[in-house]
């Protein structure tokens, strides 16, 4: 016989941290967003200083916010998954977190191959074009990021929801990787294996979009090891 438990009410400061996180969660309050000030918040929300002090402790611990002394408090993550991944990639080796990225962006591949839209191929092609024009500068700061957006593109492209979440939760770790790692004297094969998988994208080649990230994948790991 299954026996029904007491549900239990949420206290108060979790009602507040649950509207809270629901502002970051829809995108209201995005990453790196100053929320407002005390004054302000506790007038819309209808608590007092300690409640919602508390409710924003909750999220900071979280990982949700982040308070700077005499600045205020930012957003630092779009939710408590993310805080948890973004953890989690800080402490992982830089080889294991490349073989979580193989595999996300070898079946992103395959899916934006036989999903794509012409939006899609417009917006990669823009992050290419972009990163060519950074390593022509030999801006690395600008190329990695537009390295960073043109992966996530390609996710994107990719129309699943889930994966594309999981991997935007990762694209700090990314982005490190990519200024920690790239000296410009490997810009031309990176080029060109972009390249390769913009073209296989393009032609809703799957296998060849699979080869173009394992391409990629395998120069970076060579120059790891």
């Known amino acids: 016989m299954l026996l029904l438990t007491q549900t239990q009410r949420l206290t108060l ?16 309050w995005r990453v790196g967003m100053r929320i407002p000030p005390e004054p302000e918040l506790m007038e819309q929300l209808q608590v007092s200083r ?6 924003i402790r909750a999220l900071t611990y979280a990982g949700l916010l982040k ?11 779009s939710s408590v998954l993310g805080s948890v991944i973004e953890k989690v990639i800080k ?30 191929l417009e917006a990669i092609r823009t992050c290419l074009d972009k990163c060519r024009q950074a390593a022509g500068r030999q801006d690395l700061k600008t190329y990695a990021y537009w390295d960073v957006e043109f992966h996530k593109m390609v996710i994107a492209a990719s129309h699943n929801q889930l994966m594309g979440n ?12 990519v200024l920690e790692t790239e000296d410009f004297k490997n810009a031309a094969f990176y080029h060109d294996s972009h390249d390769l998988l913009y073209q296989a994208i ?24």
């Open 67 to 77: 308070t700077r002394q005499g600045d205020g408090t930012y957003v630092c993550s």
């Open 13 to 28: 400061v979790e009602q507040v941290a649950y509207q809270i996180q629901g502002k970051i969660e829809n995108g209201e």
């Open 91 to 120: 402490h992982t080796d830089m080889l294991e977190s490349l073989e979580v990225r193989y595999a996300l962006e070898r079946e992103a591949a395959a899916l934006a191959a036989s999903r794509r839209s012409e939006e899609d």
């Open 50 to 55: 300690n409640t919602l002090r508390e409710a």
């Open 166 to 177: 999981l991997y935007n939760h990762i694209t700090e770790a990314l982005h490190n990787m």
């Open 202 to 225: 393009a032609n809703r080649d799957c296998p060849q979009a699979e080869e173009a990230v394992r391409l990629y994948i395998e120069k970076a790991r060579t120059k790891m090891c």
